[in-house]
């Protein structure tokens, strides 16, 4: 397919329950499963009815660098869940000023243990590349000021680059990832330069943040690449900083607005040097295994959906003359 990178998503709740995976999921790295009781025999002694999920996790992680491609860890949601809608406890990094009323209670200090926690195991495997801190952190309208997401951020960063001074840290805009701008006001500044890179996420439903609020699938191109530029472009187009579009994404069989935002996107993809990841590979949502439309694998998770998006992607991927 050519991708040369994975990100690979974890939950805070994942990490602090460490839940045993039953063993029908597990199709590959079976030596994960030799100390299992899978027969439910009860004289057996020591035995477990299936790995950790941290296991699974790290199991997954080595996986793919033993097969050449490089891992962006990614801090995705707080309490486990394909998506996390309009629950304001997964909206940020920290949910303690909601006084009590999530699941998982989270501060600062805790999201940055469980970052330890999950980077550990890769402290010396140089294909794991990066941290992406937090995703798509955002608040009700006008009380997610940048400044304290970059404070957080800068905080995480050290903590982890104590542990592996190589690795990246990838730090999202806030309204969803929408908006980088606040970079401008208040740089993210680590102790080793060169760590910093910025990600923005980019979808047909995108687009708010300017008046008019316009989504990105009823946007002319001049204005969807004005907003580009407005947003994270301008890093660089300044070369100020390396900007990664870690998520983007359009359904196998997508209307005329979706097609519009994306030809758009990838024209702009082609015009700029950021880097990017698509969303998603997987053919099915975890939990319901409802069908993933942005998927571009099948469901036997081998076979590829050769259709416009994977063959544009591809063309992204080739080098420039």
Known sequence: MGFNSVRFPYSDQMVLE?????????SANLDLLDDCDLQHDSDRKNSIEGPRALDVFTACVKAMT????????????TNAA???????CDSSWKNDHLLGFCKIRQTTESWIENWKTIMKPFVDNPLVVGADLRNEPRGIWGTFPWENWAAAAE?????????????????????SANDCSGVKRRPVKLSIPGRVVYSSHVYSWSGWGTLPSVPYKERPYPSFRA???????????RDEAPVWVGEFGNPGHAGKGDHHYWNGLMRYLSETDADWGYWALNPRK????????????????????????????QRLMMPRS
Not at 228 to 236: T, Y
Request: one cysteine or more.
């Open 82 to 88: 394909w998506c996390d809608g309009f629950n304001l």
């Open 155 to 175: 905080k995480a960063s050290e903590a982890l680059l104590k542990m592996q001074p190589d690795w990246l840290m990838f730090v999202e805009g806030t309204s």
């Open 227 to 237: 907003d580009m530029v407005r947003k994270w472009g301008f890093l660089v187009d």
């Open 66 to 77: 033993d097969a050449g491609l490089m891992v962006i860890v990614n801090d995705h949601i």
């Open 18 to 26: 460490n839940p045993i995976i039953d063993p029908e999921f597990i």
């Open 286 to 313: 975890p939990g319901t295994f409802d069908e993933e439309t942005y998927g571009l694998l099948q469901d036997d998770w081998t076979t590829p959906k050769d259709d416009y998006r994977l063959r544009d992607l």
